[in-house]
Nanobody
Framework: QVQLAESGGGSVETGGTLTLSCEAS????????MGWFRQAPGKAREGVAA???????NYVDAVKGRFTVSKDNAKNTLYLQMNSLQLDDTAMYYC??????????????????????WGQGTQVTVSS
């Protein structure tokens, strides 16, 4: 089992920048695909960006060119660099992990069902 702890959320103005971090602890000897999801008030949770077991990255169209996801395996930490933040980016951001099993990763395709493990979330608020 793995525990995930997000940090780095906060309040920024439109056009601002934030970097989220997600530190994994516990059974980090296994490999995981990892990703970021977000949930705005009254809306369903949606996938934002993910890193697959082989290091490939995937982004939802709404954040392409603005967000960058990366993973530091030595530190067991996933990052999300968010630039040019917009009002619609306001949400609770969650980190998720899916155990690598050699087959297609649901989490990498940004499906909520792919998350085996979830963090508690970190709030991002963008204001004008």
């Amino acid at each position: 089992q793995v525990q995930l702890a997000e940090s780095g959320g906060g309040s920024v103005e439109t056009g601002g920048t934030l970097t989220l971090s997600c530190e994994a602890s516990g059974n980090t000897k296994k490999t995981y695909s990892m990703g970021w999801f977000r949930q705005a008030p009254g809306k369903a949770r949606e996938g934002v960006a993910a890193v697959d077991c082989d290091g490939a990255t995937n982004y939802v169209d709404a954040v392409k060119g603005r967000f960058t996801v990366s993973k530091d395996n030595a530190k067991n930490t996933l990052y999300l660099q968010m630039n040019s933040l917009q009002l619609d980016d306001t949400a609770m951001y969650y980190c998720a992990a899916e155990t690598c099993h050699g087959g297609p990763s649901l989490l990498f395709t940004l499906l909520v069902a792919g998350g085996d493990y979830w963090g508690q979330g970190t709030q991002v608020t963008v204001s004008s």
